[in-house]
């Protein structure tokens, strides 16, 4: 009997094992079929890349078909890739009817690609009303609504700068018109709102550039990274020229006081939201209101909860207004430590180096030079500094002809500043002449007793040696 039981279990075993068995087969046969799927998916793609680079224009708009239908959800390269593709189509369509069935193609595809991707940053919704615009396919008002939608679910997706500054000027328009209950509050809040995502998106591009430019000085950037570099560059640029103007066109209906007291009544609620302070402070400083105490105040706060290069630049902006020359450059040299940008940590050194020169000639002169030899194509400290020296230093104890002498000095760091920038060449050409009626004559040099090539050694703050030229 024991001996049957035993018999009995060793098949219960044996079958479990088997079943075991075969359930992992079917694993490993998924698994290998998924690992073909991947590796056809990866093929088809590869093609779908090199005939858009090749400009096989209408077999990659079959090879998107069919990698769409068999691949939804392989990569998001298929969307990103797709949507190229489909908007050369729309652009080069031959009549309205062809260019209505690529656009209900690229939309399919951005509904695809909302689906297969849910956390994507495609922000399709705006890139289908901008489409739309730009084919006059709605009107105003349509264009509105679309916008207007797309800016409440996810105002941090706006970052097209075309699609920001319509979305303002189509605002703008209604509030104009007095026909649609827009008041004067509601008014600030939406140019806040959109002012501040349009530095917020500047801002991020500027990160994005600085990062891929580091980057570029010691490794070599993909092609991607190259066309990233290009996009950020150029967004950055045209959203400066945005934010502008809506500024340009917002102040004509908006005071100081007006702003202040509408952002006053929402500061106890705003003060711990970052997106809030930041459209406060830009509002306020785009338009001017350097003496508002809301303005100090939401800076503060702002500084204090996400210090940036930027609110650290607007802390000294505002302590260099109030003639606070110490605290300006603590600020601005903190900005300077933030910023990743070459060129602008190189304009902090130069803003600290005017701060300084009313009272510390020594460091204003320390800090132009480090501006100049950070950014070789920086012009301006060479400016500054043969300005300063051309002025003269009576604390330095020198001579009449040592003073006179600083002239020769001035002329040589001009040149420095064409060199960094060409664009100075006529202002250059200018100062110069002015320093060298200053200069010492062929008397001077004689009753010195000073000769050609001698050399003139300074101290003090100066801390140059220049070489007496042949006149």
Request: hydrophobic fraction near 40%; include cysteine.
């Amino acid at each position: 009997m024991v001996y049957k039981e035993e018999i009995r279990i060793n098949k219960i075993v044996i079958m479990k094992l088997k079943q075991v068995i075969a359930a992992l087969m079917l694993v490993i046969a998924a698994q290998h079929a998924f690992a073909q799927d991947d590796k056809t998916c990866g093929e088809k793609l590869k093609s779908l890349e090199e005939q858009w680079v090749q400009r096989l224009h209408a077999e990659a708009a079959l090879t998107l078909q069919g990698l769409a239908e068999s691949c939804p959800k392989y990569s998001e390269r298929i969307y990103i890739k797709g949507a190229e593709v489909l908007n050369f189509a729309v652009e080069s369509a031959l009549n309205p009817e062809e260019r209505q069935k690529a656009i209900d193609k690229l939309f399919t595809l951005y509904a695809q690609y909302d689906k297969n991707f849910p956390n994507n940053q495609n922000a399709s919704d705006i890139k289908k009303a901008m489409l739309l615009s730009q084919y006059k396919l709605v009107n105003d008002d349509e264009l509105y609504a679309m916008l207007n939608a797309s800016f409440a679910k996810n105002s941090t997706a706006f970052t097209d700068y075309n699609a920001l500054e319509t979305y303002f000027m189509l605002y703008l328009k209604r509030y104009e018109a007095g026909d649609k209950g827009i008041t004067n509050d509601q008014f600030i809040e939406k140019y806040g709102a959109i002012s501040g995502q349009a530095a917020l998106a500047q801002y991020n591009f500027m990160l994005e550039k600085d990062a891929l430019v580091a980057k570029q000085e010691n490794l070599m950037l993909t092609d991607d990274e190259k066309a990233r570099l290009a996009f950020s560059s150029t967004s950055a640029e045209s959203l400066d020229a945005v934010i502008d103007n809506i500024n340009i066109l917002a102040s004509k209906h908006l005071t100081c006081q007006k702003l202040e007291e509408y952002f006053e009544k929402s500061f106890e609620k705003g003060k711990a939201e970052v997106l809030w302070l930041r459209s406060v402070v830009e509002v306020m400083f785009r338009n001017r209101c350097n003496a508002s105490q809301l303005l100090a105040k939401a800076l503060t706060a702002l500084h204090g909860l996400k210090p940036t290069a930027q609110t650290a630049y607007y802390m000294g902006t505002l302590s260099q207004r109030k003639d606070k020359r110490a605290e300006a450059a603590e600020f601005f040299n903190l900005s300077a430590k933030l910023e990743t940008s070459v060129e602008k940590k190189a304009e902090r050194y130069f803003a600290i180096a005017g701060l300084m020169r009313p009272t510390d000639k020594k460091q204003a002169r320390e800090y132009a030079l480090k501006a100049a030899q950070l950014n070789p194509k920086f012009g301006r400290p060479y400016l500054f500094l043969a300005e300063m020296y051309a002025a003269g230093s009576p604390e330095c104890n020198l001579t009449d002809f040592e003073a006179k002498a600083l002239n020769w000095l001035a002329i040589e760091t001009l040149k420095k500043a064409e060199t960094a920038e060409p664009k100075y060449k006529a202002t250059v050409a200018a100062m110069a002449q002015r320093y060298a009626k200053n200069a010492p004559t062929k008397e001077d040099m004689k009753a010195a007793k000073v000769k050609k090539g001698n050399k003139i050694n300074y101290g003090c703050w100066i801390n140059e040696t220049i070489i007496a030229p042949n006149l």
